[in-house]
């Protein structure tokens, strides 16, 4: 499913990521685990919990081209 | 060829604060990534011998995604003698992702394991001597902003200057893919961190809290009109005792001084052939006709100095009651610089505490639609203080276009402290609701430039992709430091542009450019007839190229002649008009020639434009 349709304070793990240099660069690649910290309203971002590490706010644009699925 | 040591790091680990105490030079610093985009270079001296230390912009990685992070890589390939790489102790995976790739060239390196405060608050600990093993390097453990750790690190950093290369430990990963590395970074911090799950600190969970909808939205509420107290009660309160300043002490002191000199000339005859050039008579008069209008009151002085000699007028032009000296000393010391200061008291916390990229985030759904994402309002912030740091900031931005739109909306429809505090004490003079009317008119204006500009200029932006850094409790010595620095900058910045403007006005009114450009039949259509503005306004039109507060400044001598209406349509074509200057400067600098003309002349017509309509409309309703 699409990181933006993802449930808010559930553990997932990427399973796809767009070619977008600063994801990359920041860590959130195939297999990176995320917590959905937070969901804005209006079309706004979705902040993520990085391998319970930091936090980064990605914009709906993106979140919806990032895939995530189940822990294994 | 000088001998570099870079400092390097991911975004906001400190490097900044790194390199101001290691070589005496200020960095500005803040709590979030992107606060340097330039490289920065000091003197450090180590075992006798010099070298230079290069504070470098923060990078992920050195595959850049913006202009700032290009910087990094250009710098690293350049070649250095050694390599300072600060790791966020916090962050410590990502951060050794960056080490990797650092250690793939053939300089010596050495760690600074930073923050570790912040770690140990959040249960983290990070073994050192086995992170040291790890990368075969040494690992300092240091908390910059309390300067420890620095000494240690002075000296093992005189140890790896001793070796020329890295001995072959950095073909260590050199071949390896970036997978392998992330791969790596993550079994290097599995093997040297502990983590206690401890409930959350205070400042934590109030950071989370912040970015929440519910209750970050109120909480911004909050600290936004938190920020607008501290501006307009400290500016008010604080002009008191700095009037008293300029009017008790500097004035006087600068009048005694030019009196002294002319005293001293005057014996000496030496101005005589000055005299024979300018005492024609039509210089005094335009002086007077200056006073008369622009500042709405004639000083007796000089009328008298009329039949005085020309050191006398000289004297009066420079120091008397309303000399070049005595006005802009009044405006920038009384008028602006307590809104400055307070301004800065407020921007300076908020930017250490790491709260400006969490309101961004909060905002991120509504920046959106105008066209920009929300990261851009930590520029729109520091654009408050002044255009040419938020313009340079923006450097930060992953696409040329989203550059060009953040400072396009900063010079229509973000006006800078300065210009804020010249707009207030104009506003306050008439009524109360007049300053937040000025505030619902700004955001208006800057939510239309947006969604024009948005239209306009051609290629795309990215969405939001922002870390969120930990809140802290900015540290007292950083604090004070930036916020003395920034105002140094302001006094040094301002006051030579704010006497050359009033000196310019006094010679556009002595020479009787002035009266001709007033009495010019078109230019009384546009500011009388369309502005609905007296004819001497058009003097704030003129000394606003200058610098952005000198289009309100000299309308506040008007001020008991002017209706509300007539100070609203002057608030509006000052917020629109030409930025100063220095920002012209940035924006030939930073974008091509077309852009800051395009600027110049979209922010005079625009000016004209708006103002004009508001007051055609006001007029009706009048």
């Given at each position: 499913m699409s990181l933006y349709s993802a449930d808010k304070n559930n553990v997932y793990q990427v399973m796809s990521v767009p070619e977008i240099g600063l994801l990359k660069n920041l860590?959130?690649?195939?297999?990176t685990k995320v917590a959905i910290q937070q969901k804005y309203a209006l079309g706004g971002p979705v902040l993520l919990n990085i391998e319970d590490s930091f936090l980064v706010a990605i914009g709906k644009d993106i979140a919806t081209k990032i895939t995530v699925g189940k822990m294994p | 060829m000088k001998k570099k040591i870079l400092l390097m790091?991911?975004?906001?680990?400190?490097k900044s604060i790194f390199f101001t105490e290691l070589t005496g030079v200020h960095a500005v610093s803040s709590?979030?990534?992107?606060?340097?985009?330039d490289f920065l270079e000091g003197r450090l001296k180590i075992g006798g011998e010099e070298y230079v230390l290069i504070d470098v912009p923060g990078t992920?990685?050195?595959?850049?995604?913006?202009e700032a992070e290009a910087v990094a890589s250009r710098l690293m390939e350049d070649g250095a003698v050694a390599v300072i790489c600060v790791l966020d102790a916090t962050n410590l995976e990502r951060n050794l992702h960056l080490a990797m790739e650092l250690m793939q060239y053939d300089v010596p390196i050495i760690f600074a394991l930073n923050m570790t405060d912040v770690a140990e608050r959040q249960g983290i600990t990070v073994d050192t001597a086995r992170l040291s093993q790890e990368l075969n390097a040494p690992v300092i453990k240091t908390v910059a902003v309390k300067k420890e750790g620095f000494d240690t690190l002075l000296e093992r950093l005189a140890e790896v200057l001793?070796?020329?290369?890295?001995g072959g430990k950095?073909?260590?990963?050199?071949?390896?893919?970036d997978e392998e590395k992330w791969l790596s970074a993550k079994e290097i911090t599995g093997r040297v961190t502990k983590k206690n799950t401890s409930s959350p600190s205070f400042l934590d969970r109030l950071g989370l809290k912040m970015i929440q909808p519910f209750p970050g939205l109120p909480i911004a509420a909050v600290v936004l009109a938190a920020l607008v107290g501290v501006v307009v009660f400290g500016g008010r309160m604080l002009r008191m005792p700095l009037i008293m300043l300029t009017d008790g002490l500097i004035i006087p002191f600068l009048r005694t001084l030019f009196e002294g000199i002319f005293a001293f000339f005057a014996t000496e005859g030496g101005s005589l052939s000055y005299r024979y050039l300018f005492y024609d008579g039509g210089f005094q008069t335009g002086f007077r006709v200056f006073y008369d209008g622009a500042f709405r009151s004639v000083s007796y002085d000089v009328y008298s100095a009329v039949s005085g000699g020309f050191a006398d007028i000289l004297l009066n032009v420079l120091?008397?009651?309303?000399?070049i000296f005595v006005i802009s000393f009044q405006w920038i010391i009384a008028l602006i610089l307590p809104y400055v200061f307070s301004f800065y008291i407020g921007i300076t916390f908020l930017e250490d505490s790491g709260y400006l990229p969490r309101v961004s985030v909060l905002f991120d759904n509504l920046m959106r639609k105008l066209g920009?994402?929300?990261?851009?309002l930590i520029h729109v912030f520091l654009a408050l203080g002044c255009a040419v740091p938020a313009i340079l900031g923006?450097?930060?931005?992953?696409?040329r276009k989203e550059k060009m739109m953040i400072a396009t909306v900063i010079c229509f429809a973000v006006p800078c402290i300065s210009q804020i505090g010249a707009l207030v004490a104009l506003m306050g003079a008439f009524s109360w609701w007049m300053s937040p009317l000025m505030l619902l008119f700004a955001i208006f204006v800057f939510i239309v430039t947006a969604l024009i500009a948005g239209k306009i200029i051609k290629g795309k932006t990215d969405p939001l992709i922002l870390e969120i850094p930990n809140l802290l409790m900015p540290n007292p010595k950083t604090y004070f430091r930036k916020l003395w620095i920034r105002m140094k900058h302001f006094l040094k910045d301002a006051e030579l542009p704010m006497l050359g403007a009033v000196f310019l006005a006094a010679l556009l009114a002595g020479t009787g450019v002035l009266q001709m450009i007033a009495s010019n039949p078109q230019v009384q259509l546009v500011v009388?007839?369309?502005?609905?503005?007296?004819?001497?306004?058009?003097i704030a039109l003129i000394l606003g190229i200058v610098r952005r507060e000198m289009s309100v400044a000299p309308l506040l001598t008007l001020?008991?002649?002017?209706t509300h209406l007539q100070a609203f349509v002057a608030g509006v074509v000052s917020l629109l008009y030409l930025p100063c200057l220095s920002v012209f400067g940035i924006l030939a600098k930073e974008f091509r020639i077309r852009f800051a003309l395009a600027i110049f002349a979209g922010t005079i017509v625009s000016a004209i434009f708006v103002g004009g309509i508001v007051n055609q409309i006001g007029g009706l309703f009048l």
């Open positions: 860590g959130v690649r195939e297999g | 790091g991911n975004p906001n680990v400190g709590n979030f990534a992107g606060t340097t985009v992920y990685s050195l595959n850049p995604s913006s001793q070796i020329s290369d890295c950095c073909e260590k990963c050199h071949s390896c893919k120091i008397g009651e309303y000399g920009v994402q929300g990261g851009s923006s450097r930060t931005a992953t696409t009388s007839g369309w502005l609905g503005m007296p004819g001497d306004a058009v001020y008991p002649s002017l």
